[in-house]
């Protein structure tokens, strides 16, 4: 039997809601028994070449978001490792246990002058399973020409890099030391970036990636940005498809609902840990027509936040055109939103102290 090529939307379908090939390919076959090999080797090679398709679009979004960039910045790609996985597949394999392998991508200015130092921004990618790309390229040309470094992490679970990563995913788990991880080898590498001037900034899943470090590790961030964060993965469960909630009871993944393990999923949830919050000057943004994190998470976060006593800044726009990606287009009002946050950072980070040239 011959199968075509098709796009890693089809055992991927939680954006969606709907079923994936492989759900089909099941219900078709399922009436005989027999068949029920056929089925599983069908839906690998339905899945398999997913994974070589993703590993295609993330080289094109790669050079897509070079030339995007070119004159703007230079990029490097570079490797460094994060903790092991949180699921061996093999504990007595070769390697089993190792730190696992994770990719990123370094935004230097134009122009960066080594002798001087610079402020470090550490920015996490959205998506339960995506990569960072050319998507974002307008935020880092204007990041650039604030004047700071970028590190922007591919951690665990992200597309391109095949299964094993794909299946290594650890929804506010690991990822987050992941991304920390970038923090700590960008200061190792680049002698020319200020360990005190380090911020991280995420829309959507990378807000939640950003909350938690600074949960994490306060010390290591002097100001934080999280725009559209999901935040209460509880709710979420309740509003979300059953394709999307299937990807964290996934076997590689948390392995159970919310319903099995409550705490669990309270225990990745921002809203849920916000007293864990050190006080990090932080600026939330959101709005109410939000497709997909719905208002609820972030105004719950809000209030567990407040309940803390510590200062944060918050705005939430009403029915900012785009939705979930209102301040990440090329509109006036996103520009304004975004002026907004780089003013934020600024006050913080000060970029303008030592930009290259001045």
Request: hydrophobic content about 40%.
């Amino acid at each position: 039997m011959i199968v075509p090529l098709l796009p890693s939307l089809v055992y991927d379908s939680g954006a969606a809601g709907g079923p994936s090939l492989c759900d089909m390919l099941g219900v078709m076959m399922s009436e005989d028994a027999g068949q029920a090999g056929e089925v599983a080797r069908l839906r690998r090679i339905v899945e398999e070449q997913g994974y070589a398709i993703d590993a295609l679009t993330r080289g094109l979004d790669e050079s897509l978001l070079r030339d995007r960039l070119r004159g703007v910045a230079r990029i490097e790609h570079v490797r460094f490792t994060g903790p092991p996985r949180r699921h061996e597949p093999n504990p007595t394999a070769q390697g089993a246990g190792n730190p696992l392998t994770i990719a990123a991508y370094i935004f230097l200015p134009a122009g960066l002058d080594e002798r001087r130092k610079y402020p470090l921004i550490v920015k996490p990618h959205g998506g339960v399973h995506s990569h960072f790309g050319a998507d974002e390229a307008n935020v880092i040309a204007e990041l650039m020409g604030e004047g700071y470094v970028v590190i922007a992490p591919d951690y665990r679970g992200s597309t391109g890099y095949g299964r094993p990563f794909y299946e290594a995913i650890d929804y506010g788990g690991l990822e987050v030391d992941d991304t920390d991880a970038a923090r700590r080898f960008a200061l190792d590498t680049y002698p020319f970036l200020d360990p005190a001037r380090v911020g991280i900034i995420g829309w959507s899943h990378g807000g939640l990636i950003a909350l938690f470090n600074i949960f994490n590790v306060p010390e290591g961030y002097a100001v934080a940005y999280a725009a559209v964060p999901v935040s209460d993965l509880i709710a979420r469960m309740g509003y979300k498809s059953q394709a999307y909630r299937d990807l964290f009871s996934a076997p590689y993944h948390l392995g159970k609902t919310a319903e099995e393990d409550v705490a669990e999923y309270r225990r990745r949830s921002p809203s849920w840990q916000a007293g864990r919050y050190a006080g990090t000057p932080l600026l939330i943004h959101t709005t109410t027509n939000d497709e997909d994190v719905n208002v609820l998470e972030v105004e719950r976060l809000i209030g567990a936040l407040g309940a803390t006593g510590k200062p944060f800044t918050h705005r939430i726009y009403e029915d900012a055109p785009g939705g979930h990606i209102f301040n990440r287009l090329d509109t006036p009002l996103a520009r304004e939103s975004r002026r907004e946050i780089w003013d934020f950072l600024a006050a913080r980070l000060h970029p303008d102290a030592e930009r290259a040239g001045e």
